[in-house]
Nanobody, 125 residues
Framework: VQLQASGGGVVQTGGSLRLSCAVS????????AAWFRQAPGKDREFVAA????????YYAAPVRGRFAVSRDNAEKSMYLQMNSLKPEDTALYYC???????????????????WGQGTLVTVSS
């Protein structure tokens, strides 16, 4: 499965951005798609995930209530709506995917086999 992220840019603190991730296949029965981010000098960290068939969502604590992940099977795309952005949200954002059930391993980047290129989000103060 090939993934391609887009939608990054520069935004002021408190602003919003919507990231998109185009997925090369449609109608996954047991696919989990996720967003990760990596800030300069820091490790890659989990942001959010969604199970493709049920639409169940998962969020990291720092973004819960501000970010929303969704998917559109017809468009073969996943989205990350980011609101109330903070300077600490500045990072390279990646979309990733894997087959299998979601659960406690969902935030673990090592379990994902499909990765898109990153899209840069910069939040200015």
């Amino acid at each position: 499965v090939q993934l391609q992220a887009s939608g990054g840019g520069v935004v002021q603190t408190g602003g919003s951005l919507r990231l998109s991730c185009a997925v090369s296949r449609r109608a996954f029965s047991n696919y989990v798609a996720a967003w990760f981010r990596q800030a300069p000098g820091k490790d890659r960290e989990f942001v959010a995930a969604i199970t493709w068939n049920s639409g169940t969502t998962y969020y990291a604590a720092p973004v819960r209530g501000r970010f929303a992940v969704s998917r559109d099977n017809a468009e073969k795309s996943m989205y990350l709506q980011m609101n109330s952005l903070k300077p600490e949200d500045t990072a390279l954002y990646y979309c990733a995917g894997r087959f299998g059930i979601s659960g406690k391993t969902t935030p673990d980047a090592r379990t994902y086999v499909d990765w898109g290129q990153g899209t840069l989000v910069t939040v200015s103060s």
